[in-house]
């Protein structure tokens, strides 16, 4: 059983190494994220609420996030542990997860710079049917334009534009990277910098989780 949080700025590579985590420690990803596009791609109702939010790059309302995930870490897939992605996003989502009486064996930080994730962006492909996430060069689908995991079509994503890009950052440093010192006072955060290869950086988490 092990609860994990991947904390990081939007491109850092949480989406990527939840993957990787989630293979090697059998527990499933939560990303509110792809819950979310997943939403709007059918219409729903919260799926209505959410998009003009992430069209903008700014953060969907707290009790609508709330209300995904209190839901979601209910399903039978969660019962031996999960990873989320993406979530908690602000100190009141943070709260409203501790007053559920979840408890979080670690939070992982992922640490890129602001010019690197500028970089980053234009290069990440995700799969509109099953959210997987690529990118044209550090991780490559087999078939160009392909999902490997479920043969759905890739595309950009439309937030990833440059100067949503930089809104959503700016969101992050003021919104999310609080979190950290929240999770330090719990003794429970884990700084992972960026490491030359995705693989490096897989490696460093894994040694701070004690799974290496
Ligand atoms: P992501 O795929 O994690 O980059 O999320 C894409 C967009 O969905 C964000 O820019 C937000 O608009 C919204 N979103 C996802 N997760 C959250 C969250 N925990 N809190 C608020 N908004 C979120």
């Known amino acids: ?75 039978d897939d969660c019962k031996n542990g999960y990873i989320l992605d993406g979530v908690p996003r602000t100190i009141g989502q943070a709260e409203a997860i501790d007053k559920a009486g979840i408890h979080f064996d670690a939070v992982i930080a992922l640490e890129v710079s602001d010019e690197e994730i500028m970089q980053r962006m234009g290069g990440r492909r995700v799969c509109e049917t099953c959210g997987a996430s690529y990118h044209l060069v550090a991780v490559p689908p087999k078939v160009a334009g392909v999902c490997d995991a479920c043969g759905g079509k890739l595309v950009q994503r439309a937030d990833d534009a440059p100067e949503t890009v930089k809104s959503r950052l700016d969101t992050y440093h003021k919104e999310t990277e609080p979190l950290k010192a929240y999770y330090a006072e719990k003794g429970i955060l884990h700084v992972v910098e960026n490491q030359a290869t995705l693989e490096d950086t897989t490696a460093k988490i894994l040694e701070v989780l004690g799974q290496n």
């Open 1 to 75: 059983m092990m609860n994990l949080i991947m904390l990081g700025a939007p491109g850092a590579g949480k989406g990527t190494q939840a993957a990787i985590l989630n293979q090697k420690l059998g527990i499933p990803t939560i990303s509110t994220g792809n819950i979310l596009r997943a939403a709007i791609k059918d219409g729903t109702p919260t799926g209505l609420k959410a998009k003009e939010y992430m069209d903008n790059g700014q953060l969907v309302p707290d009790d609508v996030i709330i209300g995904i995930i209190n839901e979601r870490l209910q399903e």
